[in-house]
């Protein structure tokens, strides 16, 4: 062993205080959440569902209320009859013809001609640009059980009858198909999305102001205050919310589906953030630099405002995160019982509401709003598990 | 102890007094009243309706009369449905929520808190992935579409169960899978984290570093703790579901007391309205009793607190 | 005497989804019957692991990657959890830290000592009870016939920690460990329960480990001690021989960072500069080289052996070497143990 290992280092020590970056809570925080996959994938699927909201509705030739009786209960994978190269048929349930491009769009309806029609044997012509002649024959419908068939109709087209579909193709010019009034399906989720999220930002919001003033007050005060405020917190949490917001719906009535849905959430589900930021008033408050600020002199409000709110700021925003999916899922609750925005507006709830009737036939009406609510359901869950794991200080490692 | 109790119910009392006071309030508050209709009524009939059932009187006579049936538990006639009162209404809905309801509660309890328990055992096991993954989807899920694709493959396309109304235990599945979904779903998901952080406590470690056998240290120490705060949820869970959902009422046509209440804000029934809210609201605040009682059963700790 | 306790070469690593983390590395050390031992260090050092591999209660992802631990003349750290569990709680016993959160809140002190006593002993439940009373008398609570009954909650912190050693005690272990038995209590009450375990060690004949980060606590109690850093042994050897001549710069350390009220000169407390080693990834040589003022070349290359001082008191630090620079204090040219 070489003697000049046993050397001392020189300043070794030295820069040793200054060794690891002391982070911020929040740089803390959003190191931890940046670690948490799903909450990642939670905050790109919100930013996505927002733009879909946001732009989405501009990117689309339809406006959310435009009706089509031309374009009814359009589905948005359509079974078409290749009868020559380039024309695509494709018989709707409601038993209009269209003729479908090779990439999905759907280029034209054809006109029925009446003169020819016979409705005893159910059998219609239709009359295509060519010239051609399709002759569509649907009694097979009726018989179907009787005499085994298991096709609903044939179309003759040249003389040649189909009886099974082609092929399969994606409608272009309406992606998610189009409801009962012919309006595309996208187009109204987006709108849906805008309400949706609007209703459950705004609510949050205001519940989340409110909590937070009453709880820090409470918790602030202390005393008898505290005890008349907090007792009167228990009893609004001992009422049924859901009833409550259904009585405040039915008392708003008359006025904009909308506004009373926001308010009625608005004001009803505040209490447990009151409850949370009274806590963490509470332990907060004896700390200190709220002594020290109170000794200096600084007014009460200020102090509530700079010192206790920003302290006790980790875990509102958790519960924030997870009041949002509670708001949208209230709201789609209310409009699905007939309470919620009134038509032609469409919340994610409505349209599911509407799509019911025509479930059996039309399940893709049900599957879009439901999709859309299912997926920002679980994207801010996600982001709430995160949060919760980045920000609350009771699951920080020691 | 016994102090405690009392104090808890003359609180329960209190707060069913102001509920039915606050829900008269906003009934009565409505502008135009119950009989105000889009299609104008002749004012002889409008008179005659209000004089029949006393809505002329001065509202602090009404409200007290309402009072008084509420301790006598009689909650006036269905403005909506002609000859007949609103216990009538409730006697006919309450028993079918409630028996939808009660299995739903059963099956919530005996399948959600042991799913959360053998999730937190085996975490991050295949086992915990598959229940928690149900356990998402079925709180991400709303109930009416869990509801409707139930009606939609196993009663219309597979054609196992009907699609609607109670006529053979078959009419029962789909309402009750429906109806406890989210809950049961919810409840393992709780159950499961609760179990997880009972599991980091000091005090399992103890109990094992005591050479408990590994059976007793969960069964025992973890499990009781760990359902302290899944009791919080059930008891007014319990509530909501035994009194009817709304929406898997209608969507099954069920009929039950959800289905009432909707038909009667359709209808602008405001005594039913009433009468409904109370009465879920009762229910709702007895269970909450209960929840605090099965507490203190629980929670040593909680006979000391000022609550 | 008879050895009570040997570890050999013991590494317990822990498996997290960020990487291994080597909590203690290649310790070796034993104690006699009777002997109450001190292991100090700051948190992070391996102490606690190193008395959870002896309790064989190293959890999920961690486990025992190598090492024996011999107790009694046996080798336990072989053995199944089930086997584990018969000797857990009779023959080696362990209490916590925190009394606060160390018992189970929804259970009577009754319930909580019983169901011990019962596991292990197989007597009734009326005698589980007549002996959890006596015990609970040993550690001093007073009326424990009405006590027993009463929950955790309505004990004090001391209280607490008094029906741990009790119910610790029930079945008269072999070997007791305290993990940080004193942290969490006021100073008053420390004094009392250090008490009770020198006084329960000579009664009952029972070995002890105490486990902490306060010096204070060891020189009050123990005979022997080990300073561990970075989930390695620095120094072992009586505390007379550790207190006063101190023959590894960390334990140097230590000493300076506590106050001393006879001490005349009023030379400020010194704290040890930087922070512990990152155990994820260990330094190649000496884990309290980054640290040390003393460090050398070699330090950062290689862990030193282990230099035997005394009969009782080994170091692993370069600075013992016949090569090393003259320092103060330090026994240059020790011979390397085993």
């Known amino acids: 062993m070489a003697d000049s290992k046993f050397v001392f280092l020189e300043n070794n020590t030295e820069e040793l205080e200054v060794a690891r970056p002391s982070l911020t809570y929040w740089q803390d925080a959003w190191r931890r959440l940046k670690k948490h996959k799903l909450a990642m994938i939670g905050v790109v699927v919100i930013i996505l569902v927002l733009l879909f909201g946001l732009v989405g509705p501009m990117l689309t030739p339809y406006s959310y209320s435009d009706q089509s009786n031309d374009y009814r209960n359009l589905p948005p994978i359509i079974e078409v009859f290749e009868v020559e190269e380039g024309i695509n048929l494709h018989l709707s349930k409601d038993y209009n013809m269209f003729v479908v491009a090779n990439n999905g769009e759907l280029t034209e309806k054809l006109s029925l001609n009446r003169a020819k029609r016979d409705v005893i044997n159910k059998i219609y012509y239709y009359d295509l640009k060519n010239g051609e002649e399709i002759k569509l024959d649907f009694s097979y419908n009726l018989l179907k059980d009787k005499q085994g068939y298991d096709y609903d109709f044939t179309i003759e087209y040249k003389g040649i009858e189909y009886k099974y579909p082609t092929g399969n193709k994606f409608n272009r010019s309406f992606p998610f198909g189009t409801d009962d009034l012919g309006r595309d399906i996208l187009t109204r989720v987006m709108y849906g999305a805008r309400i949706s999220l609007l209703i459950a930002f705004v609510a949050t919001l205001v519940n989340l102001f409110i909590g937070v003033i009453y709880g820090s007050i409470s918790g602030y005060e202390g005393g008898r205050l505290d005890e008349v405020m907090m007792r009167i917190v228990d009893i609004i949490n001992s009422v049924p919310l859901t009833l409550y917001v259904i009585l405040l719906m039915v008392w708003f009535r008359k006025s904009d589906g909308l506004t009373n849905i926001i308010i009625a959430l608005s004001t009803v589900y505040w209490v447990s953030i009151a409850r949370l930021v009274r806590g963490q008033m509470l332990s907060i408050k004896e700390q200190e630099f709220v002594l020290a600020a109170q000794i200096i002199g600084v007014p009460k409000r200020k102090i509530i405002a700079r010192h206790l709110i920003p302290n006790a700021m980790g875990p509102i925003i958790v519960s924030m995160a997870m009041m949002i999916p509670g708001a949208i899922f209230t709201e789609a609750f209310l409009s699905f019982i007939g309470l919620g925005v009134s038509a032609p507006q469409a919340s994610w709830g409505t349209l599911a509401n509407n799509a019911l009737p025509g479930l059996v036939t039309y399940p893709y009406q049900l599957f879009f709003p439901a999709m859309a609510i299912a997926i920002t359901i679980l994207a801010f869950n996600f982001l709430g598990d995160g949060l919760r794991d980045a920000l609350d200080p009771r699951l920080r490692k020691g | 102890m016994g102090s405690y109790y009392l104090r808890r119910i003359i609180s329960a009392v209190m707060t069913i007094v102001l509920i039915a006071t606050l829900t008269f309030a906003m009934m009565h508050s409505i502008p135009g009243g119950p009989f105000v209709r889009e299609k104008a009524v002749p004012d002889e009939i409008l008179k005659a309706l209000n004089e029949k059932y006393n809505l002329d009187a001065p509202l602090y006579i009404q409200y007290l009369d309402y009072m008084k049936g509420l301790i006598t538990f009689d909650l006036g006639p269905s403005y909506s449905k002609i000859g007949t009162s609103v216990n009538d209404l409730l006697e006919a809905g309450f028993p079918t929520s409630a028996k939808i309801g009660g299995m739903a509660s059963l099956l919530i309890i005996l399948i959600g808190i042991p799913l959360g328990i053998i999730s937190a055992l085996k975490q991050n096991k295949p086992i915990d992935y598959i229940v928690m993954f149900m356990a998402t989807l079925g709180v991400t899920v709303p109930s009416f579409v869990v509801a409707t694709l139930i009606i939609y493959f196993f009663g219309g396309k597979l054609g196992w ?38 599991l980091r406590q000091d005090y399992i470690r103890t109990a094992r570093a005591n050479g408990l056998s590994e059976f007793k240290v969960i ?89 | 005497m008879s050895k009570i306790l040997e570890i050999k070469d013991l590494n317990t690593s822990f498996f997290t989804h960020m990487g291994e983390v080597k909590a203690v590395r290649g310790n070796s050390f034993s104690m006699e019957k009777g ?78 000592m019983t169901e011990v006593i019962i596991r292990h002993q197989k007597v009734s439940k009326s005698e589980a009870k007549r002996i959890a009373i006596e015990k609970l008398r040993m550690v001093g609570i007073p009326e424990p016939e009405k006590r027993i009954s009463s929950y955790p909650h309505e004990f004090s912190g001391g209280m607490r920690q008094r029906a741990m050693i009790a119910t610790a005690l029930s079945c008269n272990p072999k070997l007791l460990i305290a993990d ?93 500069p930087g922070s512990p080693p990152d155990l994820m990834n260990p330094p190649k040589g000496c884990p309290f080289c980054p640290r040390c003022k003393y460090a050398m070349e070699i330090c950062k290359e290689q862990m030193a052996p282990r230099y035997r001082i005394g009969n009782t008191h080994t170091s692993a630090c370069w600075l013992l070497d016949a090569q090393a620079p003259d320092v103060e204090g330090f026994k240059k040219g020790c011979d390397i143990d085993g």
């Open chain 3, 180 to 272: 940080e038995p004193t942290t969490a209590l006021d100073v008053t009450i420390q004094a009392q329960i250090l008490e009770i375990l020198r006084r329960l060690a000579n009664d009952l004949d029972t070995s002890i480990i105490i486990i902490t980060h306060d010096l204070g606590v060891i020189a009050e109690t123990c005979q022997n001690l080990i300073v561990m850093y970075g989930g390695m042994i620095m120094e072992q050897g009586t505390v007379d021989e550790i207190f006063h001549s101190p023959q590894h710069p960390y334990t140097l350390g230590l000493m300076n960072s506590i106050p001393k009220v006879h001490k005349k000169d009023k030379s400020r407390l010194l704290p040890i």
């Open chain 2, 161 to 198: 169960i009907p699609t609607f109304g109670l006529d053979t235990w078959r009419g029962y599945i789909g309402p009750v899978i429906a109806l406890s979904g989210y809950s049961l779903s919810f409840v393992s998901r709780l159950t499961r984290s609760s179990m997880l952080e009972v």
């Open chain 3, 35 to 112: 002997d109450i031992l001190g292991i100090v260090g700051e948190s992070g050092s391996g102490k606690s692991v190193t008395a959870l591999s002896i309790m064989g209660l190293i959890e999920h992802p961690g486990r025992i990657k190598s090492g024996q631990v011999i107790f009694n003349g046996e080798v336990i750290s072989n053995k199944s959890n089930k086997e584990m569990s018969n000797i857990r709680g009779s023959e080696i016993s362990m209490i916590f830290q925190d009394p606060m959160t160390s018992l189970n809140p929804v259970y009577t002190i009754e319930n909580l």
């Open chain 2, 219 to 307: 069964a025992k120490h973890a499990v009781k703790n760990a359902l302290i705060p899944v009791v919080t949820y059930i008891g007014p869970m319990v509530a909501a579901i035994m009194t009817g959902s709304f929406v898997i009422e209608k969507i099954f046509a069920v009929p039950g007391m959800g289905r009432y209440f909707i038909e009667s804000i359709g209808n602008r029934d405001y005594t039913t309205i009433m009468g409904m809210t109370v009465f879920y609201a009762i229910f709702y605040i007895i269970m909450i009793l209960l929840v605090d009682v099965a507490y203190s059963l629980i929670d040593p700790r909680i006979k000391l607190g000022k609550e």
